[in-house]
């Protein structure tokens, strides 16, 4: 692993900005005003396809080097499913599911799934961010039924020392590598299904789901449509151990954003959901373009979408969702008019469910007994040297 000690000078019209000590970028980074002139500068590096390409490849190898993902076990399935409790809806199904991450390392989370009868299915990763009834909450099951219902199968899975995946704390030092890998094992998981077509494999999440969702979208093309919300900023690096506490957006030969990791979705479809109170506040005119320049040069501009809130806050609440369900509508061929939509989309179907009836854990089905239990255990475990 490289040397986390590194100083860094980017000199741009004049202004000096000093990076922090350390290959670490998180928080407020930059000032605002910074990271407009930074992002700039980035431009200014790549001028057609292939040359922005080379710099994709370095960015995407700068994140699998970060997070050690090479540390990660070979696996190639044995996800040892548990799933239980199937709940019947108004148009959908709802069900408890764990799978295994790695041995002795469990994802939890719920199924929803159309109630309708189809050969092959939409998929979705559904991860939630920093959420104090986790994904649980409202607005989680709302958007997991109604995409449900429209037509898609959707994964809805716990951050880790969240919910039920409480076998590390959340502040565990490769938080990072256990949430990219988690998602890319659900992916892997709903792509062995017989039910869903790989060809319409989406994800979205708000906040530090959002992180997760242009993560993942960013080195693993087989996410086909991506809808990142209220989290994707030129200055702000995230404010959690799970979005920065590893060296990937800096190293020894190259520094990038958050945004440009974003940009590694072209010439896929991607949708911005930004608000006026957040760190997104700058989208249209600082984020979004810049995308926009990036999918230009594969001649699919209509690709990359910006639905902004200046009004609205850090959340996911219906004006979000819906703007999610009319892009994932379109580029996974849902079914938005099994949706009522008198007056926008209308989610009163929806039975929010209690946090126990969610759970896949309980008397009824203990947790496995091969469980790691403790952050030094699962570190040992997968040989991953922190110094």
Known sequence: MKPLIYLTLVVLSNISVWGQETLLCTGNYWSEDEAAIIMKKFASEWH???????RANRIKEGIIEGLQLEKMPKITGDFNPIINDRKEMDGYIVENI????????????????????KEKYAAILSPHGHLKNKRFTVYVQKRCAVLARMGAIVFAYDMVGYGECKQVKHNIPIALLLQTW?????????????????????????????????????????????A??????????GGCICESGLPIHKSSNHQTNNVEITALCAPRP??????????TRNTPRVEYPYLQKVYSLYGQDSKVENTHLPMEKHDFGISKRAAVYDFFTRHLQLNNNI??????????????????????????????????HGNKAVIKYLGINLK
């Open 270 to 279: 991607l949708l911005l959901v930004s608000d006026g109170d957040d760190w």
């Open 182 to 226: 988690n998602s890319k094992r659900v992916l892997d998981y709903l792509l062995s299904r017989p039910d869903v077509d790989p060809e319409r494999i989406g994800m979205t999440g708000g906040s530090g789901g959002g992180t997760q969702t242009f993560i993942l979208t960013a080195i693993d093309n087989r996410i086909k449509v991506s």
């Open 228 to 237: 990142p919300v209220v989290q994707v900023s030129a200055h702000f690096f």
């Open 98 to 117: 764990a799978i295994e991450s790695f041995p002795g390392f469990y994802i939890t989370g719920n199924l929803y799934r159309p109630l309708e009868t």
């Open 339 to 372: 949706v009522p939509n008198k007056e926008g989309h209308q989610e009163d179907f929806v039975t929010v469910l209690s946090e126990d009836a969610l759970k896949v854990f309980d008397k009824q089905q203990p947790k496995p007994k091969n469980m790691l």
């Open 48 to 54: 057609d396809l292939p040359s922005w390409e080379a």
